[in-house]
């Protein structure tokens, strides 16, 4: 992105509210590997973008990603933009793209961040389709989305509060330490062992970069991933990606209680 990602994500803001009618956002989402189907349960539809024609926005390069923006209307009333695809940092693009979902979502208005993926799971008892609570995280690609001397207080970068509201809706959600690498490859056993040792719970590619830009927009963060596989070294099988969208196909109609429920509470 050559301008200023705020601007930009400003007139990406500007775009949607202005092609969708829908002035103003309470909460965004953006829905990971395995998620899509959530969007369905969450309330009523009342527009619909295709992403890549939104300023600063391309269309998902990952199968099993959508590519859509919703507007989308919740049994309380209020209104919650749907982002079904996101940019991952491994696609070479820099932070900016990766994180402009976010800072979109922030101009557009909304106080909540709701951000969700498909990842790999370091505790035998997450069996795949186990969605967990990110607790905490752990950013492994050595970048940051934020620009110049900009401190920003992750203390508690994942909202204690929604996580309480979040086991309100199911009282059996677990919780833990997701690490993202870099990708497009998938972790090493030995970099998933490293991960453990380090405080990890859950490996994935993405998630962290978008938070601490959520952070630093004042937006509170609910962080949920699903377990699609057990991490290189945990299972006796090889990771492959259609695993991840089987698992995610699989476990759908409690995702899409799960969001819908949550959203419900906010």
């Not at 940019?87 to 101009?107: K, L, M, N, Q």
């Not at 557009?108 to 505790?123: H, I, K, P, R």
């Not at 509170?220 to 492959?240: F, H, K, P, Y």
Request: contains cysteine; negative net charge.
């Amino acid at each position: 992105m050559s301008e200023d990602p705020k601007e930009l994500a400003g007139a990406a803001a500007e775009y949607a509210a202005s092609v969708l009618s829908v002035p103003t956002i309470d909460i965004a989402l953006v829905l990971g590997s395995g998620w899509s189907s959530g969007a369905d349960e969450l309330g009523e539809t009342i527009g619909e973008l295709e992403l890549g024609d939104v300023p600063g926005f391309s269309k998902p390069v990952v199968s099993g990603h959508g590519g859509r923006l919703l507007a989308i209307r919740t049994q309380t009333g209020k209104v919650a933009a749907v982002f079904t695809g996101r940019t991952h940092y491994y696609e070479g693009r820099g932070t900016d793209p990766v994180v402009h979902g976010v800072r979109t979502a922030a101009a557009w208005g909304a106080d909540t961040m709701v951000l969700t993926n498909g990842c790999g799971g370091l505790n035998p008892a997450w069996t795949p389709g186990t969605p967990v609570l990110i607790s905490d995280h752990i950013n492994l690609t050595g970048d940051s989305p934020l620009h110049g001397a900009t401190f920003v207080d992750l203390t508690e970068a994942y909202s204690k509060r929604l996580r309480d509201l979040a086991r309100t809706v199911d009282p059996d959600l677990p919780e833990g330490v997701y690490v993202q690498f870099r990708g497009p490859h998938y972790e090493t056993p030995a970099e998933v062992r490293m991960a453990g040792i380090i405080g990890g719970d859950l490996v994935g590619m993405s998630t962290t970069l978008e938070t601490i830009a959520a952070r630093e927009a004042g937006l509170e963060v609910l962080g949920i991933s699903l377990v699609t596989n057990a991490a290189a070294g945990m299972g006796a099988a090889d990771l492959d990606h259609s695993e991840v969208l089987e698992a995610g196909k699989a476990a759908g109609p409690r995702l899409a209680a799960l969001l819908a429920g949550i959203v419900n509470t906010l």
